[in-house]
Each structure stands twice: as structure tokens, then as C-alpha cells.
């Protein structure tokens, strides 16, 4: 799905090199992914309502929707994300992201498109994205590095 998937806005070289990473017996450990990701979500919960909104789990009898259950069967939240990464509980990088787009995408799925949920869901997503992807670029830049200077 090229919404909830990052590496659609990836090129193909990218790609490649992502691909090529991987197959090469790249393994990141959790205090790792811990060390990379934690600064996206540090960032995320700096814009405006995000950690309002995100930041804890839906409680559909104080918001009053009874429905929440029946349309979200997998809720997540940000600060749920937060907690997993600082228990060292993510073993991949597709674990923190699918939960990172789960939460946005049960927001814009339980909300209008027209409502400001929906949007700022859209647009953190987005966002989110956007960092995420420079921050594998980054990592993958940082391996070439150390592959070429092996000291």
C-alpha cells in the first residue's frame, strides 16, 4: 500500500541499496533502532496537538465513541510506540513503522476525511516519512563508510 508503506517514496536507488544492506547480513539490534528512531518520535511529539492527540491510547468512553472498538481492531498510539522502543521492545525497523502508520492510519480510518484528526493524521504520516527516510539514508550512508574504511 503506497500510503502506509515508506519505501514507496523511495527511489530505485535507494532501493537498491537498502535492498542491497539487507542482504548483505545488515542486522540492527534494539538499542540501535532505540538510537535511530527515538529522535523521529522525539521530533513528532514536538509538532502542535501530536502528542495530545497521539500521544496515549484512544479512550472511547471519555471521548464518548462507543463505535471506536468495532471500526479499530488494532488501536496504537505514539506513546505506546515511545514505551516499546524505550524497552528495547522493536527487533526491526518494519515493527516500529508499521506501528508508527497503524496509529495514523486507525486515525484517519476512524475519522472524517474533512476532520482535523483525519488531517493531522495525514499529515504526521507524512511527516513521519519524510524523517524516516532520512534517517535510513543516513544509517545506510554511515555503513558505506565504515564498509570502505574497515579500521
Not at 31 to 50: G, N, R, S, V
Not at 94 to 107: G, M
Amino acid at each position: 500500500d503506497p500510503i502506509s508503506c515508506a519505501i514507496y517514496s523511495f527511489s530505485l536507488e535507494e532501493i537498491k541499496a537498502h535492498t542491497d544492506n539487507i542482504q548483505e547480513g545488515l542486522k540492527l539490534n534494539a538499542t540501535k533502532i532505540k538510537e535511530m528512531c527515538k529522535p523521529i518520535m522525539q521530533e513528532l511529539f514536538a509538532i502542535p496537538h501530536a502528542a495530545s492527540v497521539f500521544g496515549v491510547p484512544v479512550d472511547p468512553k471519555v471521548l464518548g465513541l462507543p463505535d471506536y472498538f468495532d471500526v479499530i481492531k488494532f488501536p496504537m498510539d505514539l506513546g505506546t510506540v515511545m514505551k516499546r522502543l524505550d524497552a528495547g521492545s522493536y527487533r526491526d525497523l518494519h515493527y516500529f513503522v508499521s506501528d508508527v502508520h497503524l496509529t495514523f492510519n486507525n486515525a484517519m480510518t476512524f475519522n472524517p476525511k474533512n476532520s482535523d484528526v483525519f488531517i493531522l493524521s495525514k499529515n504526521l504520516k507524512r511527516e513521519f516519512d519524510i524523517k524516516y527516510k532520512q534517517k535510513i539514508s543516513e544509517f545506510e550512508k554511515m555503513i558505506e563508510i565504515m564498509r570502505s574504511n574497515p579500521e
